[in-house]
């Protein structure tokens, strides 16, 4: 039987310039150019061809009608899968379902186009068709349905249509709309680095130079600032990312015309350069695979990246917990199922003699029974045991509070005393010759960004040049500046960390850390968990933060650690002096898990916390504190810019024949209960201190299970010390009064000891 393709007139746009004609032989072209006209309007739906534009149709390349086929297969395959998971949830049997329906044409082009295992995915929730053509099988599918522990996307962690499959490269989904961009742009970022850094080539798995990194969205993710976050940096770096936005014209029950100014998202991101786009109808599967070969060949060829604009419908309601009929006309449904992805290709099979009813009929009953003998199996398969709920928190292979990480007892301290600033600095000197993966961004860092002036300027190295010469000894490749854009550096990062490399990134002060707080809280600290395993992302991340900065005020003093302790998943690290800081910052880039590196800037220069170098090897483990001072009469657990304040309020209680023992966290979370309890233990009295405010702070937790599992060796309350349950103010006279000083300290300390 003879083969088809299809023929798209060029036609006139509403700004009248010539809309690109898809086409098989379009296809076939030899390096495409970006597309720097504005976009023009969607291919409505297919008319009926005359006589002289089928013959004129089949002079061009064309798939075959395998190919063909094929699609028509995955595609149905796609619908049936959606309508079992309705059948099982309407049946109890399942607990949720989100359908990819209308959607199928685009994605599986999409897949057609693209690599599996040589590719990176980073999918939504309607991408099941995609995911098909990529080589996940139904099975795989339903067993995310009835949350199997055998599913490879989350081994039973993750709703139904979460994407994951570390085989196939589909990097796991989150629910967050819109979180994936960034770390599909830091993905991508990891082949421009790997490409600049010849030591990379060897040390990363799964690098090959041309690789392509794919990324969807919906139209209301547009709405989302990490969006246009990701669009800049792919254009800026000219990275090798394929955005599709696959536009139902819905975001739930909002519309695209309230969604977004204009109605059209291309006509939004036409200025950006760099970038390739297109327009395509995407329930038409051959004007869809059009599309996205050259969207695919713009970036496998390095251009930068490509924008496929792709028109679908959603013939579901959003999901089972939604209702359409609640908000869209009778009318508007029925034009959008006469827009039907496998009704019409399915017509146009037979009405290209490329296939008979019968034929497709049989190819309908194959998969009825595969997707039927699929569920049968999935519902059968166990569900993750209890007990499991803990596994992959951490890395389980990699421990930072093991042995392996102390070394403390060998260190020989050299040279003359430094600052923490100093001794951070050449920690990371010393660890990015060690290991050629580290790479360290965020804003200001560089000495210089534009290079041509490395030499003729001091340089910044950060704003309070604890990157310092970072950049010119290692160059651009591997210390550079990110945009103001707190999200952006944290998701690159994701991205960057999944490939293989080691991100050390910097947000310039903790009191504007919030931006990123959706992707350290929903992605970074959960990817290891949520994947069962099957990914993770290292990430370092350091953080000047706290007050007692004369000025510093609202936005320059803050503190809420307890913020990040309580997120599973996470490493919590607060340093008081510079030997901890040093230890602490070498472990926390050698561990496999990701890590808040909280720096104290008032810390940083002081010259009571000063100290020789301890070698390029010295680490310090998390969770083993430190006691800086031994007493008997009471004691102290403390960490960070209170720990020299205890010290001096112990001085003087000292003086009033008080004896105080003081205990420094160094890291909090994972912290050191066993040294918490045999403080307590030998003291029978306690106070916790620290720089949040005193409600809801870290110090209540400690508090309380001080209070719940030492309650026997107690002779008085567990006191606290801490912040005024306030924000921090300028004045001088007022930050004294909110923050916690010396004086505080010393005063509880004397109320305990009289108790």
Excluded at 624 to 629: C, M, P
Excluded at 674 to 693: F, P, Q, W
Aim: aromatic share 8%; charged share 25%; with cysteine.
């Amino acid at each position: 039987m003879s083969d088809t393709k299809v023929l798209r007139l060029v036609k006139k746009s509403e700004d009248g310039l010539p809309e690109q004609a898809f086409t098989g032989k379009a296809v076939a072209k030899a390096e495409p150019k970006p597309v720097l006209s504005p976009i023009t309007k969607l291919t409505p739906p297919r008319k009926p061809r005359r006589p002289k534009q089928r013959e004129r149709a089949r002079e061009l390349p064309r798939l075959s009608r395998e190919e063909m086929l094929k699609i028509f297969r995955t595609m149905y395959l796609s619908r049936r899968l959606d309508d079992k998971e309705i059948q099982m949830k309407n049946q109890n049997r399942i607990f949720f379902q989100i359908s990819g329906a209308g959607h199928e044409a685009i994605l599986t082009a999409a897949g057609m186009c693209l690599r599996p295992g040589y590719d990176w995915f980073y999918p939504y929730y309607r991408d099941r068709a995609l995911c098909l053509q990529l080589g996940m099988t139904p099975l795989e599918m339903l067993l995310e349905s009835v949350g199997a522990e055998a599913d490879p996307n989350s081994h039973g962690r993750q709703m139904p249509s979460h994407w994951g499959h570390s085989k196939l490269n589909i990097v796991s989904q989150s629910s967050p709309t819109g979180t994936q961009l960034l770390q599909a742009v830091g993905c991508a970022e990891a082949t421009y680095r790997i490409r600049l850094v010849k030591e990379l080539k060897r040390r990363i798995k799964n690098f090959h130079g041309d690789e392509v990194v794919y990324v969807s969205l919906g139209d209301g993710t547009t709405s989302e600032g990490e969006f246009w976050e990701a669009l800049n940096t792919a254009c800026n770096l000219r990275l090798p990312v394929v955005f599709l936005l696959e536009d139902n014209g819905y975001a739930i029950s909002v519309p695209v015309e309230v969604q977004t100014a204009g109605g059209d998202v291309s006509k939004l991101v036409s200025g950006f350069p760099n970038l390739f786009r297109q327009k395509c109808d995407g329930t038409d599967p051959i004007e869809s695979f059009a599309v996205m070969q050259r969207a695919v060949d713009n970036c496998r060829k390095n251009r930068g990246p490509s924008f496929v604009h792709a028109k679908v419908i959603r013939p579901y309601s959003h999901s089972l917990s939604d209702d359409e009929k609640l908000y869209r006309s009778e009318a508007e449904r029925v034009t959008d199922a006469e827009r039907d992805p496998i009704k019409r290709f399915g017509a146009l099979l037979v009405q290209d003699g490329l296939a008979t009813t019968d034929e497709l009929q049989e190819i309908k009953d194959e998969v009825d029974r595969e997707v039927n003998e699929a569920a049968d199996t999935a519902l059968a398969s166990p569900q993750p045991a209890g007990e499991t709920a803990m596994d992959f928190i951490y890395s389980p292979k990699v421990d930072p509070t093991s042995a392996e990480f102390d070394t403390e007892d060998q260190v020989e301290l050299t040279g003359n005393p430094g600052t923490m600033v100093d001794l951070i600095n050449r920690c990371l000197h010393t660890e990015m010759k060690r290991d050629a993966r580290i790479v360290v961004f965020g804003e200001d860092v560089a000495d210089c960004s534009r290079e041509e002036f490395i030499n003729d300027v001091k340089g910044k190295g950060g704003v309070f040049k604890v990157t310092a010469n970072l950049q010119r000894e290692f160059g651009s490749k591997r210390v550079y500046n990110s945009p103001l854009a707190e999200a952006n550096i944290a998701g690159r990062a994701i991205g960057l960390a999944t490939r293989g490399l080691k991100p050390v990134v910097e947000i310039q002060f903790f009191d504007y850390i919030w931006p990123a707080f959706h992707q350290i809280r929903n992605e970074l600290a959960l990817m290891r968990w949520r994947s069962g395993n099957e990914f993770s992302s290292p990430v370092v991340i350091r953080v000047p933060v706290g007050g007692y900065l004369k000025g510093g005020a609202i936005y320059h003093s803050q503190s809420g650690v307890s913020l990040f302790t309580q997120i599973p998943g996470l490493r919590v690290v607060y340093p008081s002096n510079a030997l901890d800081a040093n230890g602490l910052l070498r472990t926390a880039i050698r561990c496999d898990d990701p890590v808040i590196f909280l720096e104290h800037k008032h810390l940083y220069r002081q010259a009571y916390n000063k100290s020789a170098y301890p070698g390029d090897d010295f680490m310090v483990p998390f969770g083993k504190a430190k006691t800086v001072r031994e007493g008997s009469d009471l004691s102290i657990i403390t960490y960070g810019a209170l720990v020299q304040r205890s010290v001096v309020a112990a001085r003087e209680a000292e003086k009033q024949g008080i004896s105080v023992e003081i205990v420094d966290l160094r890291s909090v979370n994972p912290y050191d209960w066993n040294a918490i309890a045999e403080s307590v233990k030998k003291t029978s009295r306690v106070i916790v201190a620290h720089e949040d405010s005193i409600s809801w702070g870290y110090g209540a937790e400690i508090a309380a299970r001080i209070s719940t599992e030492l309650f026997e060796h107690l002779d008085a309350p567990v006191q606290r010390v801490g912040a005024l349950d306030t924000f921090v103010g300028y004045a001088p006279q007022l930050e004294d009064a909110i923050l916690p000083q010396s004086a505080d300290v010393l005063k509880t300390i004397v109320e305990l000891h009289n108790y």
